[in-house]
């Protein structure tokens, strides 16, 4: 029996050794890496120890708090617009009174712009909204709705809005087919009866839906959350990499990637990191405890 246990540690062993050499030795190197002033010249035994000075200027960057502020925008209008499409629809294909057909299509034409590579998504709106040929400003000038083009990726505004719509269209099929799923999980018995008793869509949507559709809610929202806070890529290939215009699209982790791959400043960017992974513990614990405080009573 001794000489069977010990020959099961054969068995686990490459993925211990996979997951301390690729999970865990990164994780203590980065935080190593935190408290020094790293520049990526040299080795690392060369870098100066600055204990949690790193930390104290995180704290007071104004540039870390507007790229803060970036990102909630952004993922904040994405969020709840990504939430009304993907709600309403899964509402929509799940109610049996209209008993829809052709979900299974509906379910992978909805999340085909999810598997679509973020350069082509990037490409194909950098065209789109095209300052002087972009196919939006020609069809509102046709339209008549605006009288010159707009330069949509050279206001702040817009071009938030515009990463936050892009954001919305590529990840509404993926909340669509999971909120579908949480809902198709829910008896048919309790609508059928609130049907009977004479209840509205509303009443059946806020006493029978919502309720049921809690976890899965807090799982959706929990995960866009981590997502939404670690936007990247879009804001990167749409502008000039460093958040333009006037900043407005410089987020948390592009204000990491310049500071330590533009700037060679890795010990400010591990402290970002670091920063980054707080700040989603504590917007996920926060979400958590709110969606599942207990009632007073």
Do not use: C
Not at 81 to 96: K, P
Not at 132 to 152: F, K, R
Not at 169 to 188: D, E, K, T, V
Not at 236 to 244: E, F, S, Y
């Amino acid at each position: 029996m001794e000489k069977t246990n010990r020959r099961a540690y054969l068995f686990i062993a490459p993925f211990v050794i996979v997951f301390l050499v690729f999970n865990i030795y990164p994780i203590l190197l980065t935080f190593y890496y935190s408290l020094t002033n790293y520049s990526g010249m040299g080795g690392i035994a060369n870098a100066e120890f600055v204990g949690f000075g790193n930390y104290i200027r995180l704290v007071t960057d104004s540039y870390f708090f507007e790229a803060f502020g970036n990102t909630l925008k952004i993922w904040g209008f994405n969020f709840v617009v990504q939430m009304m499409i993907a709600l309403g629809l899964a509402l929509l294909f799940s109610d049996i009174r209209l008993k829809l057909k052709g979900v299974g299509l509906f379910r992978a034409l909805f999340y085909l712009p999810n598997i679509i590579t973020i350069a082509s998504v990037a490409l194909l709106f950098n065209i789109l909204l095209d300052w002087n040929h972009g196919a939006l400003n020609q069809m509102l000038l046709s339209l008549g709705i605006i009288d010159s083009p707009i330069n949509w990726l050279n206001s702040p505004v817009y071009a938030q809005s515009a990463v936050a719509l892009i954001g919305a269209w590529m990840w509404f099929g993926n909340s669509f087919i999971i909120l579908l799923a949480g809902i198709s999980g829910i008896s048919r018995d309790y609508y059928e009866a609130a049907y009977i008793d004479g209840a509205s869509w509303w009443q059946s949507f806020t006493n029978i839906t919502l309720p049921q559709l809690k976890p899965i809610l807090l799982y959706v929202l929990i995960t866009s959350i981590i997502g939404g806070l670690q936007l990247f890529d879009l804001p990167m290939l749409l502008t000039d990499t460093r958040g333009a215009p006037q900043g407005s699209l410089n987020t948390m982790v592009l204000y990491l990637y310049n500071q330590a791959f533009k700037y060679n400043n890795f010990g400010y960017g591990a402290t970002l990191a670091y920063g980054l992974f707080i700040i989603t513990v504590i917007f996920s614990a926060v979400t958590f405890r709110t969606m599942y405080r207990k009632e007073v009573k």
